[in-house]
């Protein structure tokens, strides 16, 4: 099985459209309800000259805290190739290929759009937008944080998601104590911890000096904070 290992850059934040010199993609993220058998991705070319685009779709995982495409039959896009004049707005079906199969959690993936202009194929763009399916029933987020200890300059933060729905990041801080002044982590999107996932941050600082404080961020839209714990029996960074 092959593997893709790709940037997951934050030009995809939910709630905001993807813009760049040539196009406007709506939406940013994508959820697809159970009962749902395909959705839209619209793509508008803003540009003065054709524009060409290339969309594919790879299942979406966290392993050993970091990202991983790999290619799937469960999600298909019509059309996955095609050329757009400029002013002019194309829809590109996103459709469920399982049948709505019973799933135990949502199931995440990566929708990786390539645009460029045909006449200079050398320039091209990547957009990547993350895309989830929902499980029947009700899915929790339950997010565990503790440090690991590198050296006396570096530790890592490291969150896992027992949950079975993914988990949004937006403004991560540490929070020393009373008196001290909060330390801003990562402002805005921070990333995304996938069901059964972790993702990891590194810190500057060994992890005993983090270990006084918490940690707080806005998951899914709701402010959470954790305290700073060690890590018992958590995968090496």
């Not at 000259?49 to 469960?74: H, K, M, N, S």
């Not at 763009?125 to 050296?151: H, I, K, N, W």
């Not at 995304?192 to 806005?218: H, I, M, N």
């Amino acid at each position: 099985m092959r593997f893709w290992h790709y940037s997951l850059a934050a030009m995809a934040m939910a709630g905001v459209a993807a813009q760049a010199e040539d196009l406007d993609i709506e939406p940013v993220s994508m959820r697809m309800a159970p009962e749902e058998s395909s959705s839209s991705l619209w793509i508008s070319n803003v540009s003065q000259q054709p524009v060409q685009i290339t969309a594919r779709v790879f299942a979406w995982l966290q392993q050993g805290g970091d990202e991983v495409l790999v290619p799937t039959g469960d999600v298909g896009l019509s059309p996955p190739w095609v050329n757009i004049l400029p002013g002019v707005q194309q829809r590109v079906r996103v459709m469920r290929l399982n049948g709505g199969a019973q799933m135990l959690q949502e199931r995440s993936y990566r929708i990786i759009v390539d645009a460029q202009d045909p006449q200079q194929p050398q320039n091209a763009t990547r957009y990547s937008l993350p895309l989830f399916l929902d499980m029947q029933g009700s899915a929790l987020v339950a997010l565990q944080l503790c440090l690991l200890g590198e050296d006396a300059a570096h530790s890592w933060l490291r969150i896992h998601n027992a949950g079975q729905h993914h988990a949004k990041l937006v403004d991560l801080q540490y929070l020393p104590g009373l008196g001290a002044k909060t330390q801003v982590l990562i402002s805005e999107l921070a990333g995304y911890v996938l069901p059964c996932g972790y993702k990891r941050w590194e810190l500057d600082g060994s992890a005993t000096e983090f270990a006084a404080g918490q940690f707080t961020a806005t998951v899914n839209g709701q402010v959470q904070s954790w305290p700073a714990v060690m890590c018992l029996d958590a995968p090496a960074p």
